[in-house]
C-alpha cells in the first residue's frame, strides 16, 4: 500500500479584538471614576465663569437709550434716577459753577435816577425790598438752602437732582393749576467714537391753550467705566425750565 502525507487543513479564524484594560490611570491615580467625575466637574466650572466673563463684557444701552431713560426719569419727576444717567464729569462741573455762582453773589442797590416820578421810583424801591428779601438767587434755585456753607455740603447728585426739583413747574404757579409740560423725542446720533457720541433730540413745551414750537437740542454722552453717561447742555443744565417755570403772579 503506497504511503501518502497527511493532508493538513489550516482555518483561518479572525481574533476578535479586545479593549484594553485599563489599569491605572495615565496620571498614577487608582481611582479612576472618582478623576474623571473631578475633571467634569472642574471643566463645568470652567465654562460657567468664561460665560459669567462674556456676559459681563456685554455692552450696556446704546446712547440713545441712555438719553430716553434719562428723559423717563425726568418725565416721572424721579430726579435721584435721573442723576445716575449724568456723567459724574458734568455733575462735578456743574457743582462747582454753583458754588461759584453762590459765593460770589452780593446784593446791589439800585442807583435811581433822581429824576423819576414818585410812581416809578416807587416801583423800583419795592422791586429793591424783594430782592433783598429773596437774598442769594443762587441758593433760591436750591429749594431754599440757607447759606453757601449749606450748599457746599450737598453731594453733587443730590445737587443737581435738587436743582431739577426746585426748577419743575409747579401747577400752583400756573393759571388754572395746570402746569406747562415738556416732551422730548430722541431723533438719532452721532458717534465720534467709542467713548463720545452726540445725541440729537426734539423737545416741545405744551400749556394750556398753547403749544411752543419745538426745538432741537444735541446733548454730548460719554463714556464712565464703560458706561454710557450724558453730560449736561441748557436743557437740562443750569437754565433749565427758566424761560417756562416762571409763576404767574410774579411781576
Known sequence: MRWRARTVVKLQMRLRTRRPQLKRDPLGSTDCTGTMLARTITLALSLATASAHGQAKRPGPSPEKTVQQLFHALDAKDWLAAVRFIHPRALASFRAEQLRDAGEWRFHPMMLDSSLSPPVRAYFDSMQVRLRKGGNPSLA?????????????????????????????????????????????????????DTLAYVVYRETWAAPGSTLSPELYVIEVRRDHGVWRCMLNRDIGTGSWAMIATPADST
Open 141 to 193: 434755585m436750591f429749594g431754599g438752602v440757607p447759606s453757601t456753607v449749606s450748599l457746599a455740603r450737598i453731594p453733587p447728585d443730590q445737587l443737581l437732582a435738587l436743582y431739577w426739583q426746585t426748577r419743575d413747574p409747579k401747577p400752583q404757579n400756573y393759571d388754572r393749576g395746570i402746569a406747562p409740560r415738556s416732551e422730548r423725542a430722541v431723533l438719532g446720533a452721532v458717534i465720534g467714537s
